[in-house]
T-cell receptor
Framework: GEDVEQSLFLSVREGDSSVINCTYTDSSSTYLYWYKQEPGAGLQLLTYIFSNMDMKQDQRLTVLLNKKDKHLSLRIADTQTGDSAIYFCAERRNSGYALNFGKGTSLLVTP | ETGVTQTPRHLVMGMTNKKSLKCEQH?????MYWYKQSAKKPLELMFV???????ENNSVPSRFSPECPNSSHLFLHLHTLQPEDSALYLCASSQPDRGGEKLFFGSGTQLSVL
């Protein structure tokens, strides 16, 4: 299909790891991104990965890319209540100017 | 603060009104975007401007009219909208670099059409 797919909700306990999964559409996509949206705010770029990489780590964030399956994941270690937000996966296709976004995964972190 | 400012933050308008959304970026980027965010739907790309020229228009109804007078400013002019146009309208800017086309978003204008 044409959609970037994400599960809609995820709930974790504070201190646990969170894993948010995404399936994208275009095997020739060059860059893949994770954005975070807090209530009443726009989207904030968290991290990105180039398609020739299979892993990228940035402090508490780990991005894994399985290009064969077109699967992207974001792992947040030691999840905090401040991590509660909506997380969007996005792909940069070879055609067109802008990014193709998923519907977002709402992450709820409980004490 | 992402360097992209949108005004107003909230807007309520009737179907016969004319209003404009404003976006300003302070990042020196050369591309600007309008996205529409509705509940339970993916972000919908509306318009893209690159170097002040419209390069993408995703079948948006003519009641939405963009304007990009310079590389720092982007407007979305609204007239005779429908209730289904109620949504969060997000502006973004970008500049190609080693990370591809990284978009920086404003906080959005929450639009309600009555």
């Amino acid at each position: 299909g044409e959609d970037v797919e994400q599960s809609l909700f995820l709930s974790v306990r504070e201190g646990d790891s969170s894993v948010i999964n995404c399936t994208y559409t275009d095997s020739s996509s060059t860059y893949l991104y994770w954005y975070k949206q807090e209530p009443g705010a726009g989207l904030q770029l968290l991290t990105y990965i180039f398609s020739n990489m299979d892993m990228k780590q940035d402090q508490r964030l780990t991005v894994l890319l399985n290009k064969k399956d077109k699967h992207l994941s974001l792992r947040i270690a030691d999840t905090q209540t401040g991590d509660s937000a909506i997380y969007f996966c996005a792909e940069r296709r070879n055609s067109g100017y802008a990014l193709n976004f998923g519907k977002g995964t709402s992450l709820l972190v409980t004490p | 603060e992402t360097g992209v400012t949108q005004t107003p933050r909230h807007l309520v308008m009737g179907m016969t009104n004319k209003k404009s959304l404003k976006c300003e970026q302070h990042l020196g980027h050369n591309a600007m975007y309008w996205y529409k965010q509705s509940a339970k739907k993916p972000l919908e790309l509306m318009f893209v401007y690159s170097l002040e020229e419209r390069v993408e228009n995703n079948s948006v109804p003519s009641r939405f009219s963009p304007e990009c007078p310079n590389s720092s400013h982007l407007f979305l002019h609204l007239h005779t909208l429908q209730p289904e146009d109620s949504a969060l309208y997000l502006c973004a800017s970008s500049q190609p670099d080693r990370g591809g086309e990284k978009l920086f978003f404003g906080s959005g204008t929450q639009l309600s059409v009555l």
